[in-house]
């Protein structure tokens, strides 16, 4: 906490770790007061050391638009023999399911559409 304090005003912040051994996963939440304190931690702070090992710092994502952004990943597909073509009809079904639900968001005002982000996941933190 006191390593973006420096950032600006903190509303929250904690390191997820194990039920049972309270050990660290090796990520955290930060909630800052401000959408542009969020954007200035991760400018200053993402791929910065930070006991020994170099912080990945990005504004959180909604499971909506996670969600999203995996449909509309290319399948992974085996090795294509030469000479074949793959077929693209999952990947495009996959894309516009992905267009019609983003859409249907923005019509209902959800969360996920509306800016001023200010949660930080912090990855690869010590497991100390």
């Not at 509303?11 to 955290?28: H, I, M, N, P, W």
């Not at 930070?50 to 638009?65: D, P, T, W």
């Not at 079904?93 to 200010?118: E, I, L, W, Y």
Request: positive net charge; proline residues 5%; glycine residues 6%.
């Amino acid at each position: 906490e006191a390593h973006f304090e420096a950032i600006g005003p903190i509303r929250r912040a904690f390191v997820v770790r194990e039920k049972g051994t309270r050990a660290s996963k090796g990520f955290g939440f930060v909630t800052f007061a401000t959408d542009d304190d969020a954007r200035s931690a991760v400018a200053q702070l993402h791929s910065q050391p930070f006991q020994g090992r170099k912080l990945i710092v990005e504004v959180e994502k909604s499971k909506a638009e996670a969600k999203t952004e995996k449909s509309e990943r290319p399948l992974k597909r085996k090795a294509e023999r030469p000479g074949t073509t793959a077929p693209t009809t999952a990947a495009s079904a996959q894309v516009s399911r992905a267009d019609t639900k983003s859409a249907a968001a923005s019509r209902r005002g959800d969360k996920a559409s509306k800016p001023g982000r200010h949660r930080l996941i912090v990855r690869n933190l010590s497991f100390k």
